[in-house]
Nanobody
Framework: QVQLVESGGGLVQAGGSLRLSCAAS????????MGWFRQAPGKERVFVAA????????IYTDSVKGRFTISRDNAKNTVYLEMNSLKPEDTAVYYC????????????????????WGQGTQVTVYS
C-alpha cells in the first residue's frame, strides 16, 4: 500500500514558479514509477510528467517540456515537480500517482496504468 500527499500548490502570476512535492508512505516507493497529472475544470485528467523508480528516465508532455522538471528523492520518499515560466493554461489540480514494479524502461503515461493517487493540489496561474 502506498499513500500519497501532494503539497506546494498555490496562486502565482504568469511567468512565475512553483515547486510541488508528493510525499509517499510505504516501503514500495523506491520501486515505483511516479507520475504527475493535472485536471482543469470540466476536463479530463491528463499526463504531465513521469519518472522511473531510479530517476534514470523522465518523460514529459509536450506542453511542459523545457518548463517543468520532475525529480525524486528515494531517501525522503518524495517526488517533486518544479514548474517554471507558468502560464494561465497550467491552471489545474495537480495529482501525483504511483505505479509499483514497472517492467519497462519508460515510465507509464496514462491514468489507468497507475495504482495509487494523491488527493491533489490546486495550482492557479493568473495573467
Amino acid at each position: 500500500q502506498v499513500q500519497l500527499v501532494e503539497s506546494g500548490g498555490g496562486l502565482v502570476q504568469a511567468g512565475g514558479s512553483l515547486r510541488l512535492s508528493c510525499a509517499a508512505s510505504g516501503r514500495l516507493f523506491s520501486s515505483a514509477a511516479m507520475g504527475w497529472f493535472r485536471q482543469a475544470p470540466g476536463k479530463e485528467r491528463v499526463f504531465v510528467a513521469a519518472i522511473r523508480w531510479s530517476g534514470s528516465r523522465t518523460i514529459y508532455t509536450d506542453s511542459v517540456k523545457g518548463r517543468f522538471t520532475i525529480s525524486r528523492d528515494n531517501a525522503k520518499n518524495t517526488v517533486y515537480l518544479e514548474m517554471n515560466s507558468l502560464k494561465p493554461e497550467d491552471t489545474a489540480v495537480y495529482y501525483c500517482a504511483a505505479k509499483i514494479f514497472v517492467s519497462t524502461t519508460v515510465p507509464p503515461t496514462t491514468t489507468p496504468e497507475y495504482d495509487y493517487w494523491g488527493q491533489g493540489t490546486q495550482v492557479t496561474v493568473y495573467s
